[in-house]
């Protein structure tokens, strides 16, 4: 006589057959639910700690700019006239004017040349000088350039020297760049002024800064007929 | 045994979700703190383009302090005709970074040996050549010297 399986197996195995289908079951459908979990508590987790990084990137943002609030303004002004935007020829020229007659020397000559690009964004202008005086006055005279604001170099000094007096050409070369045109995003950390730009800094603010004349608009006045 | 597991599978369901929620609840906060500093930021605009253009003026300041200057070349100079004697002209000189090319009259040999001994001296050159040497009967000696800054 042929038995049947439900007969084959024993009534012991068969009470423990539906729980571990179960079981098994509640396993495979854990290991599932939790990957997904798990994969979602992950992302969670790291968009998190994005969000903390970037909340740290703006406090320490918001807590630099409101610590420099009140003393960038002075710094603009010392690094502006220092580095202008725009070709300082003129203003380099009517300071190198200004500190002749403080070193008692005589420009007998003033030539400027045209603007040239260097291979950053800086771009200079030369002016080529001709000075007449005693020689300690014009060496006296040389050393002082690098006093002045705009920022300059002296290229390359001639000086001659007969009978009494010295006659010298020497070629200053000031500069100037563009201005920066955009903003880092907002969640980009600030940079703040090391030690060595704020010493920088200081000499930049201690050069002398050309005399700049605000004209005041004249006011309306009645013109007269000339025919009354 | 089922129920163990049930249990388990629940109790760990529901550690999972609070943990979900409390990372919402922290998630949300910090944009919502983002959005306020973002706002502060935004008041403080004008400070950050200042620095920006200060931070940029600097950079350009500091390559302009590496670029070449006879400025040292012209103080050393300047150092030179303070110490030499004074029956000595300096008739030229010619100012080019690294060197100095100098032309000096002296009026007889005893100034002459008093200009070489105030120059042996100098510290500041790295070397310092004999260019041409030549007597004038009527000028006296005149020397070419070229000066190597260190």
């Keep these: ?228 | 045994m089922v129920t163990i597991g049930l249990a388990l599978f629940v109790i760990i369901a529901a550690i999972l979700a609070a943990y979900f929620v409390i990372n919402s609840i922290n998630l949300q906060a910090s944009i919502k703190n983002q959005n306020t500093l973002k706002e502060s930021i935004k008041s403080l605009e004008e400070t950050e383009q200042r620095l920006i253009l200060v931070v940029d003026r600097l950079s350009k300041a500091k390559e302009i302090s590496g670029k070449t200057s006879v400025i040292k070349e012209l103080e050393n100079l300047s150092s030179v005709l303070a110490s030499i004697p004074t029956q000595t002209t300096l008739t030229e000189a010619v100012l080019s970074r690294g060197t100095t090319d100098t032309t000096f009259m002296v009026e007889n040999s005893t100034v002459l040996t008093q200009l070489m001994a105030s120059l042996i001296i100098r510290t500041e050159y790295q070397r310092i050549d004999l260019l041409s040497f030549s007597f004038n009967p009527s000028l006296g000696y005149i020397i070419s010297l070229g000066f190597a800054s260190k």
């Design chain 1, 1 to 228: 006589m042929k038995k049947t399986l439900t007969e084959i197996v024993s009534p012991n195995i068969k009470a423990l057959g539906v729980p571990i289908v179960i079981l098994l079951v509640l396993i495979v459908l854990s290991a599932i639910s939790y990957k997904i979990a798990f994969s979602k508590l992950s992302a969670q987790r790291e968009e998190l700690t994005t969000a903390k990084n970037v909340e740290k990137v703006l406090i320490n943002k918001e807590a630099v700019l409101s610590q420099i609030q009140g003393e960038v303004g002075s710094y603009v002004d010392a690094a502006a006239l220092a580095v202008p935007s725009q070709n300082p020829a003129l203003a380099m020229i009517s300071q190198l004017k200004n500190l002749a007659l403080n070193k008692s020397v005589i420009l007998s000559s003033i030539k400027g040349g045209s603007e040239s690009t260097t291979q950053s964004s800086l771009m200079s202008a030369d002016i080529t000088l001709g000075i007449e005086g005693p020689s300690v006055a014009i060496i006296d005279y040389l050393k002082a350039v690098n006093t002045l604001a705009p920022l300059s170099t002296l290229d390359r000094v001639k000086i001659n020297q007969s009978g009494g007096s010295a006659r010298a050409e020497a070629m200053v070369r000031t500069y100037f760049a563009a201005l920066p045109t955009k903003l880092p995003a907002m969640t980009e950390p600030i940079k703040e002024l090391t030690a060595e730009e704020k010493d920088l800094l200081s000499k930049l603010s201690q050069l002398t800064a050309p005399m700049f004349i605000n004209l005041t608009p004249q006011t309306p006045v009645v013109r007269e007929s000339p025919f009354d």
